[in-house]
């Protein structure tokens, strides 16, 4: 734990430690730099819904909790605690804090705005347990007796909200266990990353998009409905497998498509884009599985044109049963032609910086063609803009590690044009010499965060 996670959590006395439930929540919400103020109430006080089952009877979140002993602590935020204390009441009358059924669902609607997706971390603690998941993805979970301070008051832990959250509409769940005998829940929004002298500041404006769930392959949710393009639509429709399946199904001669949609600035040009595919091969040949992707072409008759081999994003030939978290850099994408003899062996026909793609198309299409299972996709993209200072190449005020981590994938490439900013020293390619320009032009020492 961090020097500030546990001065918070050392500031957490006076909790009823007998069966509740207690939360804090914190979030950073900002989708631009301008609009830093003091803090942010987005998913403070009202808007909680709650639920005995999670199913059905959906209510307001009872607040304030009544409980005598546990209060919200100032100590938990210097700018001032907004939070209350909640927990499900089927009413009439007042709540007890001893009241209520020993399971409880809360549930919290969030829509972010276009644009880079902001940051929301959550400061959590639970008496006893709970589970936390955004867009039906689990975040975390939290055992008050793995949680425990010297004192023997609950220690909060931080949770990162961020990767499962996109554009539009979203959906914050919780699932609150009583094992005991009490039961509450608290929740406050707080920056725990922030400079205290500026409680909220913009995050480094990438983007993280998510496509499916990070559930080990457990088929039948409603995030296994992957959204498709168009052009992945038509693919499916001319390949020779059988019909296309969801995420999360095993796929014997059957495809699975999905699109990363993209909302992105007009001035915005894309530094750095890598994709992390959770697969397992559910067929018995295997060697030669591919992904197709936007400019992939499966015509009504005949083979598609250009293809990613899964041996070449592997570095080895694909087995069945295996599973593998495909790591693609879309700055040094490997290609081949599908008439490339099969089983793929030896290097790719060609490597290419697809980020120019990314930006026109607005867009990336996923489609594993036939025998590999898909558990998620998930997009992680960095950008800057004309104007921003050379070498800012995540356009975060500042030239650092970072920048010389996006600057490292793309290392021996071409650059996409005269204006490439990664092209430092203007030669037209993506060199050392680019990386040493970067280092002498950092604005921390040895390039640090």
Not at 134 to 145: M, R
Not at 394 to 421: E, F, K
């Amino acid at each position: 734990m961090n020097t500030f996670v546990r001065s918070i959590a050392t500031c957490t006395t006076a909790w009823r430690q007998r069966g509740a439930v207690a939360l804090a929540l914190a979030g950073l919400l900002l989708p631009r730099a301008e609009a830093a103020t003091p803090r942010t109430d987005l998913l403070s006080g009202p808007g909680w819904q709650a639920s005995a089952n999670g199913i059905d009877g959906w209510i307001p979140a009872y607040a304030p909790f009544p409980n005598p002993v546990t209060m919200p602590n100032p100590a938990l935020n210097p700018q001032g605690v907004y939070a209350e204390l909640m927990w499900y009441w089927p009413g009439p009358g007042t709540p007890g804090p001893g009241s209520g059924p020993t399971t409880a669902y809360f549930r919290h609607p969030l829509d972010l705005p276009a644009g880079p997706v902001p940051q929301i971390v959550a400061l959590v603690a639970a008496d006893d347990e709970l589970t936390l998941q955004v867009n039906g993805v689990t975040i975390g979970g939290y055992v008050l007796d793995d949680h425990k301070m010297s004192n023997g008051q609950p220690e909060v832990v931080a949770m990162d909200l961020t990767p499962a959250l996109h554009a539009g509409a979203n959906r914050i769940d919780i699932k609150a266990v009583d094992t005991r005998g009490y039961h509450w829940l608290f929740f406050d929004s707080y920056n725990l990353a922030a400079d205290p002298r500026n409680v909220l500041v913009a995050r480094t404006p990438d983007t993280t998009s998510l496509v499916g769930d990070k559930d080990d392959f457990h088929g039948g949710d409603a995030a296994d409905a992957a959204p498709r393009s168009d052009h992945v639509l038509a693919m499916q429709r001319n390949l020779v497998a059988a019909p296309a399946v969801d995420l999360d199904q095993p796929a014997v001669n059957q495809s699975a498509g999905l699109t990363h949609f993209l909302t992105l600035p007009a001035n915005a040009i894309v530094t750095s884009a890598t994709v992390k595919l959770r697969v397992k091969m559910t067929g018995d040949l295997v060697q030669n599985d591919v992904i197709l992707y936007n400019q992939s072409e499966v015509p009504a008759a005949g083979e598609a044109s250009t293809v990613i081999a899964l041996h070449d994003l592997l570095g080895f030939a694909p087995k069945p049963g295996a599973v593998y978290e495909l790591a693609w850099n879309l700055a040094k994408t490997p290609l081949r032609n599908f008439s490339s003899p099969a089983p793929f062996s030896g290097q790719p026909d060609r490597v290419a910086d697809l980020l120019s793609m990314l930006k026109n198309d607005r867009r990336l299409d996923v489609l594993a063609v036939d025998d590999t299972m898909v558990d998620y996709s998930e997009l992680n993209l960095t950008y800057t803009v004309a104007g921003a200072a050379v070498g800012d190449l995540n356009n975060d005020g500042a030239i650092d590690r970072d920048d010389l981590t996006i600057l490292l994938l793309s290392l021996n490439t071409a650059a996409s044009g005269p204006d490439d900013p990664r092209d430092l020293d203007r030669d037209g390619r993506i060199t050392v010499l680019d990386v040493r320009k970067l280092v002498d032009s950092c604005t921390r020492p040895l390039c640090a965060k």
